[in-house]
């Protein structure tokens, strides 16, 4: 990456309508699986050349194949059950998985979009999956007596489907763990079982952390064994960043400085002062501006405008920082 | 010994029939039925919940707090002053709740819960029915503060607040409420300032139920046994605690509500697990000051678990009963 201020997103991109209608057909059975497949595959395509045409430097496959971020692995792993419905809030429910056996991996789970994914593209596209404390955190645990060992058996699974990526050719490799400050007393739990995914890797690795306590987890959380943190800090008015000047920060940054849960987006002035204030704690070539979140709540357009904003905002930035004598 | 249930009931089940409510509030989001149709989903979908825990034997109720979004919500949407805000997670749970943002004075009428209440008091047939409100340090650390120059000053506004919710309950014939309070034990430093808090809704007029949860209260406990409240609920599940060991701390008068299955696991309890556990309390408390319910809310699990978790209460309940203290 020769450029500074590198632009990325989370993961997630909003489903075309035509793949919304799909999924719901073939959860009701009136859509085979290879036929969802192939819409898959062709939103996928859309979406990295969106990306490509926006500008960003670093892709996402959308996930376009996935619902929930837990469901999905579980749903491949060995010894996962998947639960009744569950509210998350509001009227949303969701089937909240239950790890009822000792877990295993029969297949990788995710290398084959990566690698179609990839095809698709010159960019670098990254490898994503969810974390092992966040995999806990959010099933039921029926079959380990502590929730340690459940995380460490998550890792082991989570190690092996990131090794695979790897051997595909993934040179980033991001492990999401946005349930981290769920209990800030088990953060030792959550660094133990990232140091065993991230041990052998040599692709830079990733950690997108939201929705939650992180003053509770900071500075702790530079001990999570991985090149970059990933955080929401638009829809927090960037105020974890004042815990930067408490402890510094010390890792590369993946800042998001337009909030996903709004339909309207920051200006561009707005989200190149979010940029700003990040470099204040973090030099440009290990900044990397992005959205604060997961696109997926949101329809194509808003995804699109949202990343624009992005990509717009960083090119203001490093405009000045080009102005700037070294 | 009598058992109980704590916050909410599960609104939808995994059959058809039983997420009507579920489709309700889809259409209704829609446009596409009238607010008395939604209100009528409410009502069948309380009453079923209402039906299904005291089928399973459970001998004081609630009425399922199936119209609560979450637990702060019927308040933050009634009380002048407040408004509701963005989705924050609630505790360790991947559940999530609209917080409050006071905005100025809080103003509350007392009348929030009178017309559910009124509605489960002729929905129930066989149980004991109390009320529940949220507790004020909960509501008042969770909420977004614009207004209130201190912590002290919102959470006394609070409880002032949840005190004329609880004389609504009084009125509308409720003799015992629940005040769901985890903030007590998630903030233990702000103990004090609680206990002027509850001194303020003690003067209400009905047996309190200090309901704490998610957290032990291991660090707080003998300053909880001071409060004047009539019962007070533990959670000695969700995490390691010694308070199972020190229930002879509480004054003989106070009734412990004993979180004896865990509301965050679908892992089953056997009833011989269950009663083993009461068994332990039974050797500092006397089965009339002993109650045993599930450690929070049941909709934290679907709804068939809960049931079957119900179920094994009593069922453990049942077998503890003839054990002497």
């Not at chain 1, 997103?9 to 909003?14: A, K, L, N, P, Y």
């Not at chain 1, 990839?118 to 990254?126: A, E, G, M």
């Not at chain 1, 949101?298 to 904003?309: F, G, S």
């Amino acid at each position: 990456m020769s450029e500074v201020l590198p632009t990325t997103t989370v993961g997630s991109f909003g489903k075309p309508d035509y793949l919304t209608k799909a999924r719901s057909q073939h959860a009701r059975g009136k859509l085979g699986t290879t036929e969802l497949e192939e819409l898959e595959r062709k939103a996928t395509a859309e979406w990295i050349r969106r990306q490509e045409q926006l500008g960003l430097d670093v892709l996402v496959d959308g996930e376009m194949y996935r619902g929930d971020m837990v469901a999905y692995f579980a749903e491949r792993l060995e010894g996962f059950k998947i639960g009744g419905l569950v509210r998350a809030y509001g009227n949303r429910y969701y089937h909240k998985p239950i790890i009822a056996g000792r877990v295993k991996r029969p297949a990788p789970m995710t290398v084959s979009w990566f690698e179609y994914t990839q095809s698709l593209t010159s960019k670098p596209v990254k490898g994503m999956l969810t974390g092992p404390y966040t995999l806990l955190d959010w099933s039921y645990n029926e079959a380990y007596p502590t929730r340690r060992e459940a995380a460490l058996a998550l890792a082991e699974v989570v190690r092996e489907e990131a090794e695979d990526l790897e051997r595909a050719g993934a040179t980033y490799i991001q492990i999401d763990e946005p349930a981290i400050h769920a209990r800030p007393e088990e953060i030792d739990i959550a660094i133990e079982a990232m140091g065993l995914v991230t041990q052998n890797l040599k692709a830079k690795t990733i950690s997108h952390i939201c929705y939650g306590d992180f003053a509770a987890i900071y500075p702790r959380v530079l001990e999570l064994p991985v090149d970059q943190l990933d955080l929401a800090m638009a829809n927090y008015g960037y105020r974890w960043l004042d815990l930067f000047e408490r402890e510094p920060f010390t890792k590369e940054l993946a800042i998001g400085i337009v909030d996903v849960h709004a339909h309207e987006t920051e200006t561009v002035a707005e989200a190149a002062e979010g940029i700003r204030k990040g470099l204040r704690f973090v030099p440009a070539d290990r900044l990397w501006p992005h959205p604060d979140c997961g696109l997926k709540t949101r329809t194509v357009d808003e995804c699109m405008e949202k990343c624009r904003i992005v990509v717009e905002a960083t090119k203001v930035v490093r405009k000045e920082l080009a102005k700037v004598p070294a | 010994m009598k058992t109980t249930v704590i916050g909410a009931y599960p609104k939808v089940g995994d059959d058809a029939a039983a997420q009507e409510l579920r489709r309700a509030l889809h259409r209704h989001d829609r446009g596409e039925i009238a607010d008395g149709d939604l209100d009528a989903a409410y009502d069948a979908t309380t009453r079923a919940a209402i039906k299904e825990i005291e089928e399973a034997g459970v001998d004081v109720t609630n009425d399922g707090q199936i119209r609560w979004d979450d637990p702060l919500a019927p308040f933050a949407r009634a009380w002048g002053g407040v408004s509701r805000g963005p989705l924050e997670r609630f505790y360790d749970n991947n559940t999530y709740f609209r917080q409050p943002v006071i905005k100025g004075p809080i103003r509350a009428d007392g009348l929030t819960l009178v017309k559910d209440f009124a509605f489960a008091r002729a929905a129930v047939t066989r149980a004991e029915l109390k009320g529940a409100v949220c507790g004020p340090l909960t509501f008042a650390t969770l909420a977004e503060d614009r207004h209130f120059p201190s912590l002290e000053k919102r959470v006394l506004a609070v409880a002032d607040a949840v005190a004329a919710e609880i004389r609504g309950l009084k009125d509308a014939g409720a003799t015992l409420v629940d005040v769901e309070d985890p903030a007590l034990v998630a903030l233990p430093a702000h103990i004090e300032l609680a206990r002027e808090a509850y001194g303020r809704i003690a003067g209400a007029g009905v047996a309190i139920c200090l309901v704490t949860y998610f957290f032990p209260p291991d660090r707080i406990l003998e300053s909880l046994a001071s409060f004047r409240v009539a019962q007070i609920a533990l959670d000695v599940r969700s995490r390691e605690t010694t308070a199972l060991g020190r229930l002879d701390a509480f004054p003989k008068a106070t009734t412990i509500v004993l979180g004896a299955v865990d509301a965050r696991n679908t892992r089953l309890e056997t009833p011989d697990e269950v009663a083993r556990l009461a068994e332990g309390a039974l050797r500092l408390v006397s089965p009339d000051r002993l109650w045993l319910a599930p450690t929070t809310s049941l909709e934290y699990l679907p709804r068939d678990v809960a049931r079957a978790k119900l179920a094994a209460l009593v069922a453990g309940a049942k077998s503890a009963g003839g054990v002497e203290a």
